[in-house]
């Protein structure tokens, strides 16, 4: 059976080695934590080193940006698929905390080129009505690693033990590497007149209105999206549910997130990406308002399930604004670096913002805090962004 365009193009090049990247990648989040207390590490060095992988994403956006500008996407692909396959290769075979150090910011570094390469590629073989369904399709993709990869990875740790799931990780990377090689399309490079970092601090000067506008939304909506991930669990405790019980309710919010996929995406191109982001901006805002209502089990069902329903509107839609952007805005790859690195920011900074809030004022607070942010950006993103 064939699948329809723009899928059926897209199959090999992005989704397939996408899915195996999402899976790889999500497995990380407990393995490499749970590796450093197998190894001796304090929970606090286990912490550290999940920190400097966040710290080679940040590092490497704007870089990322700079290098698809100047080479293309295709490279920027296979060299971020390398840099990944380094990282798990190093993991596999030392115990060595500053080796593992230097793999996790390789791992970030890596992932950083892989997820702006896709971003770009998407942007430069797909048509503009194509290009919601397209990255929707992809960050589905994206969270259904973040469904499987820590349940798979786990299991294949336990069984076989953590070198093991690390070594098959960069098996995946090299499947993954091998699949874009040889059907990624080799889209030529951007004619961009300053590929370097004074040409991107130009952009920056050029596109600041755009960049605090729709940048500010984007990263409402991805300080949401966070924070989330937080809030939930810690509710649950908060209202005495046992950790199997609030897996449960998590799972249940990432399901109905998933199924919205395809519909989020025809939703944006059908009728613009507005109608993606301004729903999930402000239905994410009401459930974190109601989060602080939870009593027990079905209310804090209730409200996750609301958050769930929010992101799956919302899927891809980050991302779906910046490719257009980026590919309206005569400076393609630093556009693009600079834009991954405000969604990247409200990433990494909604852990610091709900535990600073949290410590000083509650947990209540802190969800409100970021509702109300949200808030702030689902009127921006109304009434002043320009529908794209």
């Known amino acids: 059976m064939r699948l329809p365009p723009p899928y059926d193009r897209l199959l090999l090049p992005v989704y397939v080695p996408s899915l195996l990247m999402a899976v790889s990648q999500e497995a990380l989040t407990i393995l490499l934590p749970l590796y450093m207390i197998e190894i001796g590490a304090s929970p606090a060095i286990a912490a550290l080193m999940v920190g400097l992988r966040g710290v080679g994403v940040l590092l490497f956006d704007v ?139 130009q952009v920056l000067r050029d596109q600041r209105r755009v960049l605090t506008t729709a940048g500010g939304s984007a990263l409402a909506l991805q300080l949401m999206r966070a924070s989330r991930q937080l809030l939930v669990p810690l509710f649950g405790q908060a209202v005495g549910l046992n950790v199997t019980t609030i897996g449960l ?76 952007l980026a590919r309206t805005s005569g400076r393609y790859g630093q556009l693009l670096g600079l834009w991954r690195l405000i969604g990247e920011v409200g990433i990494s900074g909604a852990p610091l913002l709900v535990g600073t809030i949290v410590e000083g004022a509650g947990l209540a607070t802190a969800s409100l805090t970021v509702a109300g942010l949200g808030v702030v950006g689902a009127l921006v993103m109304a009434f002043v962004v320009v529908e794209t």
Request: charged residues 10%; glycine residues 14%; neutral net charge.
């Open 63 to 201: 870089p990322a940006g700079m290098l698809v500008a100047r080479f293309g996407d295709k490279p920027v692909l296979l060299g971020g698929l390398g840099l990944i396959l380094v990282g798990l290769t190093i993991l596999s075979v030392t115990t060595e905390p500053w080796q593992i150090g230097v793999a996790a910011i390789a791992l970030g570094s890596g992932h950083a080129a892989w997820m702006l390469g896709r971003q770009s590629y998407l942007a430069d073989v797909c048509a503009t009505n194509e290009l919601g369904r397209a990255i929707a399709a992809m960050a589905g993709l994206q969270r259904g690693g973040a469904l499987i990869g820590p349940v798979a990875g786990g299991a294949l740790a336990g069984l076989a033990g953590f070198p093991v799931a690390f070594t098959v990780g960069a098996a995946s990377a090299v499947v993954a590497g091998a699949t874009v090689l040889a059907f990624a399309r080799a889209v030529p490079p951007h004619a961009d007149p300053d590929a370097s970092l004074a040409g991107t601090l």
């Open 249 to 324: 309710v998590y799972s249940l919010s990432t399901v109905v997130d998933i199924a919205l996929f395809y519909p989020s995406g025809v939703l944006a191109d059908r009728y613009g990406r507005k109608w993606s982001a301004v729903p999930s901006m402000a239905l994410y805002a009401l459930g974190l308002a109601l989060l602080p209502l939870a009593a027990g089990f079905y209310s804090l069902l209730a409200a996750a399930v609301l958050l769930g329903f929010a992101n799956g509107v919302g899927t891809g839609v980050v991302m779906i604004i910046g490719a257009y």
